[in-house]
């Protein structure tokens, strides 16, 4: 039996969509907000050393030549945090991004399956419970004076599996409670919730990073484990509360403005024998477009969480700013997404074709970020212009395919009405675009490192010169 949700037991069927709609707008803002700390977190994790060394050099040399020998300076201390403090702490940051992104795959693929055969309120609340936890874990590292890479992780597998519960469930709720109508624009104002998670995670973590950089976890962990209490309360499942719509079209959830809808009453949902089953894996892979759209999202997503996981860093080194400067300035890629992501909404509303959207924004997007790198170079302004355009273009299809395809394929006519797919198809299009991101970002700190001694190389170079 299904129940609603204590705090909403008195409301009409109009004040439940929005309740839904609010309601898990902030639950997966909480989700990204608290993924976001590891990016701003990494340049204060090893920062730039050399003014250290020059230092350290200078009291070794004149320690030789004086009988007052100025102090030791313990630069792998005060410069970096162990264990990445050494010259491979590129790789290292990078084993603990492709570490949650490896556990994130491969429980997403589970969680779809198990989110169709649980209740998604208790579901999701335990979720984000036990990711604020894990979150506020990683953050304890700081004030417990923990160096051990073992340590971080096994905090960011644990935090990647739980956080896969996540997704399917808001978007299991959303896409039951709102039909095909207009689904394009409500879903793509809906998946802002990304970049606005982002970009407040941040902000908070950039707030603490140079001072008290365990902050940046702990508070996001905290925020997100009371969101988590604030879903057990009130959010509303779809199978609690039904209303009969007739109209000319086929019914939907999504009301047209024409339509006749008569309200009904609250009660108790007994399983019955002809009741439709969760649909299997298997099954979910057989509706048309699941895997086609998959395979985009893979590539699509690479990008995207190349920019999270990586761009604060990359604007580091490249601009020579501080943590705090880089990660702000970071927010304007997904200050991009967020209107992209309407974009791509609308347009595949008004022709009603999500894959050419998809397609023609991927395409744009590709020589956009090979601009992006070169256009960096000239200074703060154009780097801010391309952010927002990479951003858009990057993430306007990655928003359209894991929130109005995901629901579009969930509610596929081949399922003949059955309602109990979404999450799986969710769950499999989301995993499928993360399988290989472990091994592409993995790559990426290898690229980075390369490009670093290739650096030292031609300035020493530079310098026998």
Same mark, same amino acid.
């Given at each position: 039996?299904?129940?609603?949700?204590?705090?909403?037991?008195?409301?009409?069927?109009?004040?439940?969509?929005?309740?839904?709609?609010?309601?898990?707008?902030?639950?997966?803002?909480?989700?990204?907000?608290?993924?976001?700390?590891?990016?701003?977190?990494?340049?204060?994790?090893?920062?730039?050393?050399?003014?250290?060394?020059?230092?350290?050099?200078?009291?070794?040399?004149?320690?030789?030549?004086?009988?007052?020998?100025?102090?030791?300076?313990?630069? $792998?201390?005060?410069? !970096?945090?162990?264990?990445? $403090?050494?010259?491979?702490?590129?790789?290292?940051?990078?084993?603990? $991004?492709?570490? *949650?992104?490896?556990?994130? &795959?491969?429980?997403?693929?589970?969680?779809?399956?198990?989110?169709?055969?649980?209740?998604?309120?208790?579901?999701?609340?335990?979720?984000?419970?036990?990711?604020?936890?894990?979150?506020?874990?990683?953050?304890?590292?700081? *004030?417990?004076?923990?160096?051990?890479?073992?340590?971080?992780?096994?905090?960011?597998?644990?935090?990647?599996?739980?956080?896969?519960?996540?997704?399917?469930?808001?978007?299991?709720? +959303?896409?039951? %409670?709102?039909?095909?109508?207009?689904?394009?624009?409500?879903?793509?104002?809906?998946?802002?919730?990304?970049?606005?998670?982002?970009?407040?995670?941040?902000?908070?973590?950039?707030?603490?990073?140079? !001072?008290?950089?365990?902050?940046?976890?702990?508070?996001?962990?905290?925020?997100?484990?009371?969101?988590?209490?604030?879903?057990?309360?009130?959010?509303? #499942?779809?199978?609690?509360? %039904?209303?009969?719509?007739?109209?000319?079209?086929?019914?939907?959830?999504?009301?047209?403005?024409?339509?006749?809808?008569?309200?009904?009453?609250?009660?108790?949902?007994?399983?019955?024998?002809?009741?439709?089953?969760?649909? /299997?894996?298997?099954?979910?892979?057989?509706?048309?477009?699941?895997? #086609?759209?998959?395979?985009?999202?893979?590539?699509?997503?690479?990008?995207?969480?190349?920019?999270?996981? %990586?761009?604060?860093?990359?604007?580091?080194?490249? &601009?020579?700013?501080?943590?705090?400067?880089?990660?702000?300035?970071?927010?304007?890629?997904?200050?991009?997404? +967020?209107?992209?992501?309407?974009? &791509?909404?609308?347009? !595949?509303?008004?022709?009603?074709?999500?894959?050419?959207?998809?397609?023609?924004?991927?395409?744009?997007?590709?020589?956009?970020?090979?601009?992006?790198?070169?256009? /960096? #170079?000239?200074?703060?302004?154009?780097?801010?212009?391309?952010?927002?355009?990479?951003?858009?273009?990057?993430?306007?299809?990655?928003?359209?395919?894991?929130?109005?395809?995901?629901?579009?394929?969930?509610?596929?006519?081949?399922?003949?009405?059955?309602?109990?797919?979404?999450?799986?198809?969710?769950?499999?299009?989301?995993?499928?675009?993360?399988?290989?991101?472990?091994?592409?970002?993995?790559?990426?700190?290898?690229?980075?490192?390369?490009?670093?001694?290739?650096?030292?190389?031609? #300035?020493?170079?530079?310098?026998?010169?």
């Amino acid at each position: 039996a299904f129940g609603l949700a204590l705090g909403v037991r008195h409301m009409g069927s109009v004040k439940y969509k929005a309740l839904t709609f609010i309601l898990t707008f902030l639950l997966y803002t909480s989700f990204h907000l608290s993924r976001k700390p590891i990016s701003i977190v990494k340049s204060e994790l090893h920062k730039n050393c050399s003014s250290f060394s020059e230092l350290a050099t200078i009291a070794s040399s004149n320690s030789r030549n004086q009988q007052p020998s100025l102090p030791s300076l313990h630069t $792998d201390i005060d410069c !970096s945090w162990k264990p990445f $403090d050494k010259s491979n702490y590129k790789q290292l940051l990078g084993a603990m $991004d492709y570490s *949650f992104l490896c556990a994130y &795959a491969v429980g997403m693929y589970l969680s779809g399956i198990i989110g169709e055969r649980l209740p998604i309120r208790l579901y999701l609340t335990v979720g984000m419970l036990t990711s604020g936890l894990f979150t506020c874990l990683f953050g304890l590292g700081y *004030f417990y004076n923990i160096h051990s890479l073992g340590f971080y992780i096994f905090v960011q597998v644990a935090n990647g599996l739980v956080q896969t519960t996540g997704w399917p469930s808001v978007v299991t709720c +959303i896409g039951n %409670w709102f039909g095909k109508g207009r689904r394009g624009l409500i879903m793509g104002l809906w998946n802002s919730h990304t970049s606005v998670g982002n970009i407040l995670g941040s902000l908070i973590a950039g707030y603490w990073v140079s !001072s008290n950089w365990g902050l940046s976890f702990i508070v996001p962990g905290l925020i997100i484990a009371v969101m988590g209490v604030i879903c057990f309360l009130f959010l509303i #499942e779809p199978l609690c509360f %039904w209303v009969i719509c007739m109209s000319s079209n086929d019914t939907q959830l999504l009301l047209p403005r024409d339509s006749v809808c008569v309200p009904v009453q609250p009660v108790v949902v007994v399983k019955s024998e002809s009741e439709p089953s969760a649909i /299997s894996f298997m099954g979910a892979l057989r509706i048309p477009g699941v895997i #086609e759209f998959s395979l985009c999202l893979l590539f699509a997503k690479l990008v995207s969480y190349t920019f999270l996981f %990586w761009l604060p860093l990359y604007i580091t080194k490249a &601009a020579h700013l501080d943590a705090k400067k880089a990660g702000d300035l970071s927010t304007l890629f997904d200050v991009g997404g +967020i209107v992209g992501g309407i974009l &791509a909404g609308v347009i !595949s509303d008004k022709l009603g074709k999500r894959a050419t959207t998809c397609a023609v924004m991927l395409l744009l997007a590709a020589p956009t970020l090979y601009g992006f790198s070169m256009i /960096s #170079e000239f200074g703060l302004g154009p780097t801010i212009g391309m952010l927002l355009v990479c951003g858009g273009l990057v993430n306007g299809p990655y928003a359209l395919i894991t929130t109005a395809v995901s629901a579009d394929l969930g509610t596929h006519k081949s399922l003949k009405g059955n309602a109990r797919a979404l999450s799986t198809v969710t769950a499999i299009i989301d995993g499928t675009g993360s399988v290989d991101l472990q091994l592409i970002l993995h790559l990426t700190a290898d690229m980075l490192q390369y490009q670093k001694s290739g650096n030292k190389i031609k #300035e020493h170079q530079s310098d026998i010169q």
